[in-house]
């Protein structure tokens, strides 16, 4: 079986031989398979009404567990973007009545952002949604071909992670 990406590293070897190209057959493959997964992710959330950032915030606030509240700082950290941008983030959030924000009870200046009703509604529609679309990505590996492979995309990612 071939498929677009050993077509791309035939037509390299052919126009530049003196290039190992070797790496193209797997990172290709992971650049393509990413956009198939941003595509696949994007219309999970959309059916619950929600941005792909959206999600990202709401998740944070969801796995955190109950009484589902972070800082904006743990946010901006859980999220890795910068405290601006959070900003901007929870305020069209908490619009959305999705968040609120809660003074922090440690530090009267200190705020916290609280998960609404509805935004844990649709976060948790989203997440059964989202593991749905990926459990069909991946119908085509057995459990252990899936395991074998997010061991060795664990041992390539984390080096660029830390």
């Given at each position: 079986?071939?498929?677009?990406?050993?077509?791309?590293?035939?037509?390299?070897?052919?126009?530049?031989?003196?290039?190992?190209?070797?790496?193209?057959?797997?990172?290709?493959?992971?650049?393509?398979?990413?956009?198939?997964?941003?595509?696949?992710?994007?219309?999970?959330?959309?059916?619950?009404?929600?941005?792909?950032?959206?999600?990202?915030?709401?998740?944070?606030?969801?796995?955190?567990?109950?009484?589902?509240?972070l800082?904006?700082?743990?946010?901006?950290?859980?999220?890795?973007?910068?405290?601006?941008?959070?900003?901007?983030?929870?305020?069209?959030?908490?619009?959305?009545?999705?968040?609120?924000?809660?003074?922090?009870?440690?530090?009267?200046?200190?705020?916290?952002?609280?998960?609404?009703?509805?935004?844990?509604?649709?976060?948790?529609?989203?997440?059964?949604?989202?593991?749905?679309?990926?459990?069909?990505?991946l119908?085509?590996?057995?459990?252990?071909?899936?395991?074998?492979?997010?061991?060795?995309?664990?041992s390539?990612?984390?080096?660029?992670?830390?």
């Amino acid at each position: 079986m071939t498929d677009e990406v050993d077509r791309i590293i035939d037509a390299w070897r052919r126009e530049r031989p003196d290039l190992d190209v070797s790496p193209l057959a797997v990172l290709s493959r992971v650049s393509r398979l990413a956009r198939h997964l941003d595509l696949a992710r994007r219309g999970a959330f959309a059916r619950h009404e929600l941005e792909l950032w959206e999600f990202d915030v709401l998740s944070a606030l969801r796995r955190a567990g109950e009484p589902y509240q972070l800082s904006p700082g743990t946010l901006v950290a859980q999220t890795l973007v910068t405290s601006g941008t959070m900003t901007n983030r929870i305020d069209r959030l908490a619009s959305r009545r999705l968040v609120e924000r809660r003074p922090a009870p440690a530090d009267r200046r200190g705020v916290l952002v609280r998960l609404t009703d509805d935004g844990r509604s649709r976060v948790d529609g989203a997440m059964s949604d989202l593991l749905a679309v990926e459990r069909r990505l991946l119908a085509g590996l057995s459990a252990d071909e899936q395991q074998q492979l997010a061991d060795l995309l664990r041992s390539v990612v984390s080096p660029l992670d830390a």
